[in-house]
């Protein structure tokens, strides 16, 4: 099912609202983010991106969105070290 | 013998009737007049205003200040003098003209419903002067923004804003209508009397008059200073109201509503006059940095004021202070990237105004300096395209304004669910403002909202159609640079 979520990315300067099928992988938050950004941050410019929930809970890359416990309207964020 | 004016003065401004025909809270309802509700013998009797004005004072008083605008005004367009405004100046006077001309109209229906239920005689004397107010400050922006639509058409947005889909006039009038053109008549007293207008206007109106005097706008400052005059008198509303509910136990209760009122306006006021201020005024124009003038109008007078009611700070006012060095220049960035949604130009920092910005902002360089080196060279690299956002901004479901960065790497956005709902909030203060009245605020939608419900178009340039903006003509441009030449070449026959 197709999702709304809120991603906030390191050194980014606003949230910004992102549609995901929540059987993605969370792992694939990162790149989305990103290429629906500006075109400042270019796709995979974060190497070993670390993706946490509203909590700062570390999300599993492998697991599904939906088994994440990433519901519509729900923020994360994208940390890591920049390449 | 001709009266003295102290003889008359009480006559003109106070005289209240004992009801026969009707009981005080028939003609005074709860849902009007505001809660809590006493009677007017028990509370609102010495109901009084530090600087009295009759009806005759005002108009004689107004019709003076009136001939000072226009004969500035009229001296100017003689001389043709606004065709030598600066660029980036003339964007912030098409920003300030559409944000607040038509909200001071909201102004008047709210000041007139002081006028009908507040809960005495003086006070309503002073809500309806404080209404022909409003009508005036609706006036003289309108008049001026038509002197200037011969300079740029998008001044049309002195008028079309207010009834436009624009982002940010949605968030202006989420803001105008829960502080006062949805609110009762004490609320509305204590949320724009006391703390908008006494709190915050002196920014948007004095320090900007000294800014417009700097950069050779003089009919903008006198404009701007005339209404700050207007606004000194009638927001002295508030003191009395505050004083009364304080007197009559219910304390906790004013506190609330000063903790929401400043934390609103100090959103709105980031985005109208913190991004204006520090990026559209020209360098040689500027006095103080919008974080000094904050710090020296708003929140020196602000606390004073809270100490002669003995109120506390509000819960959030370390977060307040932090913000001062970030929120708006956080703003702005979206401001620039997302100009397409603007009525009116953004331009990147120059040199000079980068210097400007290092001096007043220690850690301006750090934070922000990078990303707008990243925005100039990915233009030059692929053109103004790259220098765009696309994804749409997180909106806040209470100030409606995108979730910014307010600190570098403190993310202060936050959610919270409601009725079955997720509700997305830029800050704790905004969602805290939303649970406490959370009917009240749960069925506004955001832009968001309305695009994921299908009221809006979910293609960029069909929402930007949506939200009144005519492409490229009637949006917001890179100041300097303008638009890549392919966007307003025509379009080759087939």
Redesign the interface.
Same mark, same amino acid.
């Given at each position: 099912m197709l999702v709304h979520l809120y991603g906030f990315l390191q050194d980014d300067f606003v949230g910004r609202q992102i549609i995901v099928d929540d059987g993605q992988p969370v792992g694939t938050l990162s790149t989305q983010l990103q290429a629906w950004g500006p075109d400042l941050y270019p796709a995979a410019s974060i190497r070993d991106a670390e993706i946490t929930n509203e909590q700062g809970t570390l999300l599993n890359p492998s697991a599904t969105i939906l088994d994440s416990g990433l519901t519509p309207g729900a923020l994360f964020h994208v940390g890591g070290a920049r390449l | 013998m001709a009266l003295s004016r102290d003889d008359w003065l009480d006559l003109a401004r106070k005289v209240d009737w004992s009801y026969r025909y009707a009981k005080e809270e028939e003609l005074f309802p709860e849902t009007m007049s505001g809660s809590p509700w006493f009677t007017h013998d028990q509370a609102w009797a010495d109901w009084s205003e530090v600087y009295r004005t009759a009806f005759s004072e005002y108009v004689r008083n107004q019709a003076n200040k009136d001939l000072s605008v226009l004969a500035v005004r009229d001296a100017l367009s003689k001389s043709a003098l606004n065709e030598h405004l600066d660029d980036g100046w003339l964007q912030l006077v098409k920003f300030h003209q559409g944000a607040f001309a038509l909200a001071e109209y909201a102004a008047v229906a709210a000041e007139l419903r002081m006028c009908r239920f507040g809960r005495d005689s003086a006070w309503r004397v002073m809500a309806n002067l404080g209404a022909l107010d409003e009508i005036r400050h609706t006036q003289i922006p309108l008049l001026l923004g038509h002197d200037l639509l011969g300079l740029d058409d998008n001044f049309d947005w002195t008028h079309k804003a207010f009834h436009t889909n624009n982002f940010l006039m949605i968030a202006a009038r989420h803001f105008f209508e829960d502080t006062f053109a949805a609110a009762n008549a004490i609320d509305m007293a204590v949320q724009l009397n006391f703390v908008l207008e006494t709190g915050f206007t002196n920014l948007q109106f004095m320090a900007l008059a000294a800014m417009a005097n700097r950069a050779n706008h003089h009919v903008f400052e006198k404009a701007l200073a005339s209404i700050q005059t207007d606004e000194a008198r009638h927001a002295q509303i508030g003191h009395p109201v505050l004083r009364t509910l304080i007197e009559q136990g219910a304390r906790e209760y004013a506190q609330y509503l000063v903790d929401k009122a400043w934390w609103r306006s100090w959103r709105i006021l980031i985005a109208t006059t913190g991004t204006a201020m520090e990026y559209l005024t020209p360098v040689t124009a500027r006095t103080r940095s919008f974080k000094e003038f904050t710090e020296e109008w708003v929140v020196q007078q602000f606390m004073r004021n809270l100490e002669e009611f003995d109120l506390d700070l509000p819960w959030f006012w370390d977060q307040f202070l932090g913000e001062l060095d970030y929120a708006h220049h956080?703003l702005q &960035? #979206?401001f620039y990237?997302y100009r397409p949604m603007l009525w009116f130009d953004e331009p990147i920092p120059s040199s000079s105004e980068r210097a400007w910005l290092r001096q007043k902002y220690p850690g301006w360089a750090e934070t922000?300096e990078p990303?707008w080196d990243?925005?100039e060279e /990915?233009w030059k690299l692929?053109g103004e $395209? /790259?220098?765009? %956002?696309?994804?749409?901004?997180?909106l806040c479901s209470l100030c409606q304004l995108? /979730? #910014?960065?307010v600190q570098p %790497?403190a993310?202060t $956005?936050?959610?919270l669910s409601f009725d079955g709902?997720?509700?997305?909030f830029c800050s704790e203060p905004c969602r805290w403002i939303f649970e406490q009245q959370s009917q009240r605020f749960s069925d506004h939608q955001t832009v &968001?909202d309305r695009v994921?419900a299908g009221e809006a178009p979910s293609d960029m340039p069909g929402l930007l159609r949506w939200m009144g903006h005519e492409q490229p003509a009637a949006a917001g441009k890179d100041l300097r640079r303008g638009l890549d030449s392919w966007r307003v070449a025509p379009v080759p026959p087939a």
């Amino acid at each position: 099912m197709l999702v709304h979520l809120y991603g906030f990315l390191q050194d980014d300067f606003v949230g910004r609202q992102i549609i995901v099928d929540d059987g993605q992988p969370v792992g694939t938050l990162s790149t989305q983010l990103q290429a629906w950004g500006p075109d400042l941050y270019p796709a995979a410019s974060i190497r070993d991106a670390e993706i946490t929930n509203e909590q700062g809970t570390l999300l599993n890359p492998s697991a599904t969105i939906l088994d994440s416990g990433l519901t519509p309207g729900a923020l994360f964020h994208v940390g890591g070290a920049r390449l | 013998m001709a009266l003295s004016r102290d003889d008359w003065l009480d006559l003109a401004r106070k005289v209240d009737w004992s009801y026969r025909y009707a009981k005080e809270e028939e003609l005074f309802p709860e849902t009007m007049s505001g809660s809590p509700w006493f009677t007017h013998d028990q509370a609102w009797a010495d109901w009084s205003e530090v600087y009295r004005t009759a009806f005759s004072e005002y108009v004689r008083n107004q019709a003076n200040k009136d001939l000072s605008v226009l004969a500035v005004r009229d001296a100017l367009s003689k001389s043709a003098l606004n065709e030598h405004l600066d660029d980036g100046w003339l964007q912030l006077v098409k920003f300030h003209q559409g944000a607040f001309a038509l909200a001071e109209y909201a102004a008047v229906a709210a000041e007139l419903r002081m006028c009908r239920f507040g809960r005495d005689s003086a006070w309503r004397v002073m809500a309806n002067l404080g209404a022909l107010d409003e009508i005036r400050h609706t006036q003289i922006p309108l008049l001026l923004g038509h002197d200037l639509l011969g300079l740029d058409d998008n001044f049309d947005w002195t008028h079309k804003a207010f009834h436009t889909n624009n982002f940010l006039m949605i968030a202006a009038r989420h803001f105008f209508e829960d502080t006062f053109a949805a609110a009762n008549a004490i609320d509305m007293a204590v949320q724009l009397n006391f703390v908008l207008e006494t709190g915050f206007t002196n920014l948007q109106f004095m320090a900007l008059a000294a800014m417009a005097n700097r950069a050779n706008h003089h009919v903008f400052e006198k404009a701007l200073a005339s209404i700050q005059t207007d606004e000194a008198r009638h927001a002295q509303i508030g003191h009395p109201v505050l004083r009364t509910l304080i007197e009559q136990g219910a304390r906790e209760y004013a506190q609330y509503l000063v903790d929401k009122a400043w934390w609103r306006s100090w959103r709105i006021l980031i985005a109208t006059t913190g991004t204006a201020m520090e990026y559209l005024t020209p360098v040689t124009a500027r006095t103080r940095s919008f974080k000094e003038f904050t710090e020296e109008w708003v929140v020196q007078q602000f606390m004073r004021n809270l100490e002669e009611f003995d109120l506390d700070l509000p819960w959030f006012w370390d977060q307040f202070l932090g913000e001062l060095d970030y929120a708006h220049h956080s703003l702005q &960035l #979206v401001f620039y990237t997302y100009r397409p949604m603007l009525w009116f130009d953004e331009p990147i920092p120059s040199s000079s105004e980068r210097a400007w910005l290092r001096q007043k902002y220690p850690g301006w360089a750090e934070t922000y300096e990078p990303i707008w080196d990243r925005i100039e060279e /990915a233009w030059k690299l692929h053109g103004e $395209a /790259a220098s765009l %956002g696309y994804a749409l901004p997180a909106l806040c479901s209470l100030c409606q304004l995108p /979730a #910014v960065f307010v600190q570098p %790497g403190a993310n202060t $956005a936050c959610t919270l669910s409601f009725d079955g709902s997720t509700y997305l909030f830029c800050s704790e203060p905004c969602r805290w403002i939303f649970e406490q009245q959370s009917q009240r605020f749960s069925d506004h939608q955001t832009v &968001l909202d309305r695009v994921l419900a299908g009221e809006a178009p979910s293609d960029m340039p069909g929402l930007l159609r949506w939200m009144g903006h005519e492409q490229p003509a009637a949006a917001g441009k890179d100041l300097r640079r303008g638009l890549d030449s392919w966007r307003v070449a025509p379009v080759p026959p087939a």
